[in-house]
């Protein structure tokens, strides 16, 4: 058994990328994971990864620990899909103990040096699976652990919040996300569910290598400069977090996850231990809420 054994956990948009990392680790870690995405067959998608092969690798990932993979097919920009999603996960296991909100819709322009009035209306599809979705996806998980007193809600995010990233709406949903994550936790403190956002650097998914290998010459130093991390290695600190009895005294901070993950002895798949990039990108804007009283001050 392990020490997420018992333990339901729900990451969206897990069919590729730090979702799929994530969601590996809590299944090797003796979590039932429940893994959505919208990629079904093989070739779906320019890029590798389905829902239903992600959850079977959970699965697989999880047979010394008692883990397993629960695939859910879910657009989450589809308010119904995901009450259906919830419904789903109390009706089979009665509980759900970790949320991780990383569904993110990039746009196919996002690292192109435009301008946002050279880029299309169409880009505030961030903000609908990527804000928006996150808080439908939160309001479902704290209507199901606010009754049992438990629970864990991440959202995934990175330094947009205080250093340029990408473009306008891209870091102004990302802000969003922070911010949302902080006032939650305000909420959610009287039932002991935390609500926290990690801050990830440059995280090798399919995604990135492929943006990389096409278009590194135009993307800023910045990004380009930093060791990249494996998509596990949020997981891994994800992992640590749920299982830290402590929990509630990191609700409402924003923090980055190189950190964390130095603070609980995690090192990354390959060993190496994979550094904050607080010096180049910048801080974290908030702190945990604990002792600082229903305004969070």
């Known amino acids: ?36 995405g919208r990629t079904v067959n093989p ?18 990932r999880g047979q010394a620990s008692g883990g397993r993979g629960i695939a859910a097919v879910c657009d989450h920009g589809d308010d119904a899909a995901v009450a259906a999603l919830f419904e789903r996960i109390e009706a089979e296991q009665g509980r759900l103990d970790i949320l991780v909100n990383n ?46 007193r438990s629970g864990l809600i991440v959202a995934i995010s990175g330094f947009a919040a205080v250093t340029y990233t990408y473009g306008v709406v891209f870091g102004t949903a990302k ?11 305000i909420e ?25 290998a096409r278009m590194g010459e135009r993307m800023t130093q910045s990004i380009t400069s930093q060791q990249g991390s ?5 997981g891994r600190v994800i992992a640590a977090l ?15 996850t190189a950190e964390l993950a130095r603070h609980y002895g995690i090192v990354d798949i390959d060993g190496a231990v ?12 908030w702190g945990p809420i604990a002792g600082a009283g229903r305004h969070g001050q």
């Open 230 to 234: 494996s998509v596990e290695h949020p």
């Open 103 to 148: 569904a993110f819709l990039l746009s196919d322009d996002l690292i192109e040096p435009k301008s946002f009035w050279e880029k299309p209306l169409s880009n505030l599809e961030m903000w609908d699976v990527g804000v928006r979705s996150n808080f439908v996806a939160a309001w479902h998980a704290a209507r199901i652990m606010a009754p049992q």
């Open 175 to 185: 802000s969003a996300v922070d911010r949302m994550a902080r006032d939650m936790a």
């Open 242 to 256: 749920a299982a830290d009895p402590d929990i509630m005294q990191r609700s409402g901070g924003e923090y980055i």
């Open 43 to 60: 070739g779906d998608y320019y890029l590798p990864g389905t829902v239903g092969e992600t959850a079977q690798q959970c699965t697989e």
């Open 188 to 212: 959610l403190a009287p039932h002991n569910v935390a609500s926290l956002t990690l801050w990830q650097r440059l995280t090798l998914t399919e995604k990135a290598r492929d943006n990389l």
């Open 1 to 36: 058994m392990g020490p997420l054994s018992g333990k339901v956990a729900l990451v969206t948009g897990a069919s590729r990328g730090i979702g799929r990392g994530i969601a590996l680790v809590l299944a090797e870690q003796g979590g039932t994971v429940y893994v959505t």
């Open 274 to 285: 994979i550094p904050s990039a607080r010096a180049t990108r910048g801080a974290p804007i």
